[in-house]
């Protein structure tokens, strides 16, 4: 008996087969979105995409085109370029006035379709479309997106993207982390480094900008919880601040507590209208030294167990 199957070889299957199409059933697909538009004028169309993924993004774009038959009388090539719709999609951004990266362009007299791939995260897509007559677009993909007029995708971004939501949370569980540990001292060393790599890019560790990015952390991080306090922070939160940063140069004293307020009001009143002496300058200088190693060791104590 003859057997049904014939194996060949992948490289002659190549020489075989020089074309291999693929047919999408758009209904597989979770999303689908459609735009299309019918115009006697060459004018040129625009649409936006807007796709925020935490996942490699895959869509499935099917450009149409409808064209005028030639009766020119002109030159095949000519007749070719001029019926041909051309969809281009390039990455756009309204703060810049250069056009963006192009990342596919399709030239067709009929229907064409391709996969954009694009990497994790939210990225804003320019469609310019060029037809004699009309065109149709049709997206396909498994991740939700918005597609359409400017004014149709300009309020998804006011949302945070999801790597930045993401990002936060993970930075938020690692302060979480940190807390709870904060009376074991191995386990702590572990949630600070922790820490330290969810918020801190990882080309930055060991540069000249690794520093600037702690303070900038740090000043976000007190501005985090006077906000969830409100204005006035107590100064166990202040404390508190130092002891988890060890940070002593973010301003945290611009809101003093009522009572910190008053005793520095009866303080000052008995030194108005006087100049100090150079001894008494001095002293100052030295009960300040004095008080910020005080202050300093107390911080640091805070750090250890028990």
């Known amino acids: 008996s003859v057997s049904r ?61 409808l064209v005028r038959w030639d009766d020119t009388g002109g030159t095949k090539q000519e007749c070719s370029s001029s019926s041909k ?11 810049c006035v250069t056009p963006g990266e192009l990342v596919l362009k399709m030239h067709t007299s009929a229907t064409k379709a391709t996969v954009l791939n694009l990497p994790v995260g939210r990225h804003i897509l320019l469609f310019t479309v060029s037809s004699p007559i009309g065109h149709h677009i049709h997206l396909c993909s498994m991740v939700p997106c918005v597609f359409g007029e400017e004014d149709t995708v300009m309020p998804g971004l006011e949302k945070e993207s999801y790597r930045f939501i993401e990002q936060a949370t993970a930075i938020l569980k690692a302060v979480g982390n940190v807390i709870n540990n904060f009376s074991s001292k191995p386990e702590l060393s572990k949630a600070l480094k922790e820490l330290e790599l969810a918020h801190c890019p990882p080309g930055l560790h060991s540069t000249g900008m690794a520093e600037e990015h702690f303070k900038v952390f740090n000043s976000a991080f007190w501005y985090l919880i006077k906000n969830v306090l409100g204005k006035k922070a107590p100064y166990s939160y ?37 100049t100090p002496t150079s001894e008494e ?20 104590n805070s750090r250890k167990p028990g």
């Open 238 to 274: 202040k404390f508190a601040f130092r002891s988890f940063t060890l940070d002593f140069n973010t301003e945290v004293s611009e809101d003093d507590t009522v009572s910190s307020e008053s005793c520095e009001k009866n303080s000052l009143s008995s030194w108005q209208n006087q």
């Open 85 to 95: 719709g051309v969809l281009m999609v390039e990455h756009f951004s309204w703060k």
């Open 281 to 300: 300058e001095t002293a100052t200088l030295k009960l300040q030294a004095i008080w910020r190693g005080t202050y300093v060791k107390k911080v640091l």
């Open 5 to 65: 199957e014939t194996w060949i070889s992948f490289e002659d299957f190549c020489v075989c087969f020089q074309n291999l199409y693929v047919f999408h059933k758009p209904h597989t697909y979770a999303y689908n979105y459609q735009k299309m538009d019918f115009k006697s004028t060459d004018d040129q169309v625009f649409y936006y995409l807007l796709v925020d993924s935490l996942t490699p993004i895959e869509i499935l774009v099917s450009f149409s085109a």
